[in-house]
């Protein structure tokens, strides 16, 4: 069954450090997503992406975040300079071509622990 | 604002037991609510709803939408102690293609 694979699965980084979370989503989908989750705490979006640029974004996702898809295959999301605050479970997320308000498949999770 | 309140927060039931999981939403343009079962890391995709009234079922698992009232529940009948997990709703909006999720409920069949 195809599914949406995240790496690494832990992250630890020092404060000020760049951090790039790496993501391969479902193959024949075209929508991508970040989400993520600080422990205890609701699952927040952050970005989408459709079509090689941004298509929609909080106002978690600032300066500092920036996503990409570098080749056929990936989805990366980077932190430039990671803060205390940015420790989460970050979820990669697809979905389908004209399904993008439907279901999206989520992948196991990137645990970043910024110290 | 929370757009999506899910009760009860927790909830700590008997294997064999029916539970039912509520979740309410207020938002303009809604287009679909959806529900998640949330294990030790990822969100599984459960039930999608756009319409009211009309059932979806899988299983021991069911789901209805109200969007008059503006909510949905989930339905867990003859539950397992592989029930255990958090369950989070999701709303999507007809602008936009983000999911607001609510805070889940955490269920916890003990045998």
């Known amino acids: 069954e195809p599914e949406v694979t995240q790496t690494p699965s832990h992250q630890v980084t020092q404060m000020g450090q760049e951090v790039i979370l790496r993501c391969v989503p479902i193959?024949?989908?075209?929508?991508f997503y970040w989400y993520r989750q600080i422990l205890g705490q609701k699952v927040e979006f952050l970005v989408s992406?459709?079509?090689?640029?941004?298509?929609?974004k909080s106002e978690i996702f600032d300066d500092q975040f920036s996503v990409e898809r570098p080749d056929g295959s990936n989805f990366t999301l980077k932190i430039r300079s990671t803060k205390l605050e940015d420790s989460a479970m970050y979820f990669c997320a697809s979905s389908e071509p004209r399904r993008a308000q439907h279901e999206a498949f989520f992948g196991q999770g990137t645990r970043l622990t910024v110290v | 604002e929370d757009k999506v309140v899910q009760s009860p927060l927790s909830l700590v039931v008997h294997e064999g037991d029916t539970v039912t999981l509520n979740c309410s939403y207020e938002v303009t343009n809604f287009r679909s609510l959806l529900w998640y079962k949330q294990e030790k890391k990822a969100p599984t995709f459960l039930f999608m709803l756009?319409?009211?009234?009309i059932e979806k079922k899988s299983g021991r698992l069911s789901s209805i939408l109200d969007k008059k009232e503006l909510f949905s529940i989930l339905n867990i009948t003859a539950t397992q102690t592989g029930d255990s997990a958090v369950y989070l709703c999701?709303?999507?909006?007809?602008?936009?293609?983000?999911?607001?999720f609510g805070t889940g409920t955490s269920l916890t069949v003990i045998p």
């Open positions: 992406f459709y079509n090689n640029e941004i298509s929609e």
């Open positions: 999701a709303v999507s909006l007809e602008v936009g293609n983000q999911f607001y």
């Open positions: 193959s024949n989908h075209l929508y």
């Open positions: 756009t319409s009211s009234g």
